[in-house]
């Protein structure tokens, strides 16, 4: 039997098909996040507004994938970021859906990968620094609807988990570094594990409380 396989998109623009049906499926009020399908809730760092959804099918691994864009906005001016992949398996056939690992995108600004469980599920995540670019295909969506999205360096953290077999939950959240309310330096060398000192180390301490409690905030409601 054929197993599926929720491969971690890189969201390429010529792929996406805009459906509102995806946020039939997800709902956001205030810092509370209610997913239906597959049955889950959380709460947010903060308040997102969901600016974007779409979704596709991915016929060679029997599987559909949504997606979902929310950001928290100082003017125009983008400062956290969440993007909310969630792939349902669509062959009633086909074998458990699987997922594969998390890879940062270099080691020297990973600063933490592990794996929590919470009840039956095993979530596995990562934190590290990366760079905001606003030219990237997967954000012109949000630039032409107006909102900036700044060059800068952002702590982000992702996490994945498989339900049930049947779908695939990957979140990733960014927040730019500078709306921590401290002056971080904007060098990547500064940032690099085990050099990050002083109020970036800070910036990053209170980020990862931040998605800690995220993840802790999981609740999983069986239907």
Known sequence: MKK??????????????TINAAQKDLEVQGRRLT????????VLPSEFNLVHSFSHKNP??????????LIRTKGKQVEEMLILQIADKTNPQAGPMTVTPL????????????????????VDYLIQL??????????????????VVPSHWAL????????????????????????????????????EKGLIKGDAK?????????????????QIKNP
């Open 4 to 17: 599926v396989i929720f491969i971690l998109l890189g969201l390429v623009l010529t792929t996406w098909t």
């Open 35 to 42: 997913s239906w399908k597959p049955p889950f809730t959380m």
């Open 60 to 69: 060679g691994e029997s599987s559909l994938t949504r997606v979902y864009f």
């Open 103 to 122: 890879k940062p995108y270099t080691e020297k600004r990973l600063y933490s990968k592990e794996k929590v469980k919470k009840g039956e599920l095993e």
């Open 130 to 147: 990366m760079a905001w670019n606003p030219e990237a295909p997967s954000l012109q969506t949000i630039v032409k609807k107006g909102f």
């Open 156 to 191: 982000q953290g992702q996490f994945l988990f498989p339900y049930q077999g049947e779908h695939a939950v990957f979140l990733r959240y960014s927040k730019d570094v500078n709306s921590f309310g401290m002056k971080v330096s904007e060098k990547g060398e500064d940032w």
């Open 202 to 218: 800070k910036a990053y301490e209170t980020f990862q409380k931040m998605f800690m409690e995220m993840i802790d905030s999981i």
